[in-house]
């Protein structure tokens, strides 16, 4: 039930109470007046013949009595007039005529009690009348005094006259001009209700239309507008309502259209523009939020792992992978798989890992969905594909190239849902990648710092920066470190023979045959010049001397081309262990230095491991360690 409706039903209801209010008090007043004017008109007429019969006996003609009731009974209104005489009047004059006595109860109550009684007689319409039996009193000293006539007592009953006036006609007059009155304030009504409906029809009309337009508006359509021919206030008020959806039409739809541009998407039209941009807005204010957050976070690998969080848990989803690409090695690495940080590779074929350019969104640097083009990327697993999986991959572009590539999985059913997410997975990715690139930077910043330029491995820097957590390990694990102490034989009698850049080019040979014989768990640094120190994790004193053998074996048979020439060298080696020979890295250090001198000194290209006798050797410092000219010397 609309309001109109319900208005105009409570008007009614109004009105209607109102009219069944005005007859009930309409039909009271004039039933108590007609009766009220019944009894009035019943004592005059009981006057008129108490009167008469006190004539009547005053001139001699009371005989003829009967003659004045019947003259009295024919008066307009008038239905029935009869007397009876008291018990007193008959003991002294008689029963008089054969109407004269008492009829029935009422009579006989009104001459004992003296006191008028009147009756409302309605047996059907047309006998509707008042009857009203009225006592005679006796009472002394009017004119004529009844005491003087009759021998009765002062406040005696002398007899009672009844008459039966009809109120049928007085009725009808009150119904009709009830009827009149109803006519009347019905037809006010109705010209009421006329006025009321032209006066506010229009007003009506404008809430309808408001309330159509507010619920379109609440659906995100803004463009329904308000027909604004009414005059007045309603006129106004569709005017104002009009203006509104003006401004919210043109407000909403700049927001959503520089959301749009924000999020490099273009919203359907079919769908609600309120509550997309809301949506769009709220998944920007989250990625805001987000990068706040990883820029906080100190390396790359937590990054990824907030990232595959907010996937798992703001997209649900389950089933993705996050790889890294290394362009300067053409590799890639997938850091996250289905939440699991560095796990093997799942959804895609592992060449991508050697050879990063047989990705697609990684070559091409734009989205590959097989949502659309089912078989794009050939790259993808087969197996997955056996099994209906389909895949979504969104490149991270970070300084001008492709730096990571997000890989959505999904089935058939979920693949809907995966495509409606893709802006605002894209929006998180845009806000991560400087975020990335300068963790990455950093990262560079810091590893180059860490790493010898020239060889690319560690130096000294990166022991007296990890030195502690090295050791702590070292003995939670309660194993043991090997420390090998390295040295060129004769380097500088390369430098002098054939220049520095032949020295340089030793020193990378060397270097390499390093990486390729140690573990990559195990630890190369630069320690200067032609001095190599290596840390060999979980590795005790017979493997170590078993390893530095291995790596002096290795350079022995190295052939470097110098030129024309194929030089070959030897290095020497000292051998330590912690904690065994001393639960104090530096101190093991000086120990594998001091076992590297005594190799020097027995002819060099051997591998000596150190022992507490070397400490009492020639050149050895108090602290047994070789100062670092006395090696030099030796070359």
Known sequence: ???????????????????????????????????????????????????????????????LRAQL?????????????????????????GAGMGAEHAVDDTDRAVLASGRPVYELLDDNQSTYMMRATIPYVAEQGGQPDCVQCHKV????????????????????????WVAVLVGIMGSFAVVALFLLRRQYQPMADVALKVDQVVGQAACGDFGTRIDSGHRGEAGAIAAGVNRL?????????????????????????????????????????????????????ETKQEIYTRLARVIGENFDLGTFSIYEVANSKNHMRPVVVDHQADADIKWCDPQILIRS?????RRTGRMVSSVNEPHICRMFSAQAQAEGKQH?????????????VVQLVSTPETSVLVRMLVPFLRVYLRETAPVLEAKRLMESLRESTLRDAMTGLYNRHFIEAYMETLVSAVKRRKTHLGVLMLDVD????????????????????????????????????????????????????AGAMFTAEKIRHAVESLKIQIGATALTKTISIGVADFPEDTDEFWEVVKYADVALYAAKGRGRNRVVSYTHDLVQAPGANACGAVACGAVAELD
Do not use: W
């Open 490 to 541: 004769h380097f500088k009698k390369v430098n002098d023979t054939y220049g520095h850049d032949a020295g340089d080019k030793v020193l990378v040979a060397v270097a390499n045959v390093l990486k390729e014989s140690l573990r990559s768990s195990d630890l190369i640094i630069r320690y200067g010049g032609e001095e190599f120190i290596a840390l060999l994790q979980d590795t005790d004193r």
């Open 392 to 404: 979504v991959c969104l490149p991270m572009i970070q300084s001008g190239n492709v730096g990571c």
């Open 357 to 361: 350019e047989a990705c697609r969104a």
């Open 1 to 63: 039930m609309n309001d109109r409706l319900r208005a105009l039903l409570t008007f009614a209801g109004l009105v209607t109470l109102l009219l069944v209010i005005l007859v009930a008090a309409s039909l009271y007043s004039f039933r108590e007046f007609s009766l009220r004017s019944a009894e009035e008109r019943a004592r005059t007429a009981a006057e008129i013949v108490r009167v008469g019969l006190t004539e009547a006996m005053a001139n001699g003609t009371i005989g």
């Open 245 to 297: 959806m003006d401004a919210l039409d043109s407000g909403v739809g700049t927001i959503s259209n520089r959301v749009e541009q924000l999020m490099q998407y273009d919203l359907p039209r079919s769908r609600n523009m309120l509550l997309s941009t809301l949506e769009m807005v709220e998944g920007l204010v989250d990625a805001n939020r987000f990068k706040q957050a990883i820029e906080e976070d």
């Open 69 to 93: 009731l019947a003259r009295l009974g024919r008066v307009n209104g008038l239905e029935e007039v009869r007397v009876v005489r008291g018990p007193s009047v008959v003991r002294q004059f």
């Open 153 to 176: 007592q002062v406040g005696e009953v002398l007899g009672a006259i009844t008459l039966k006036i009809s109120l049928a006609e007085t009725r009808a007059r009150a119904l009709n």
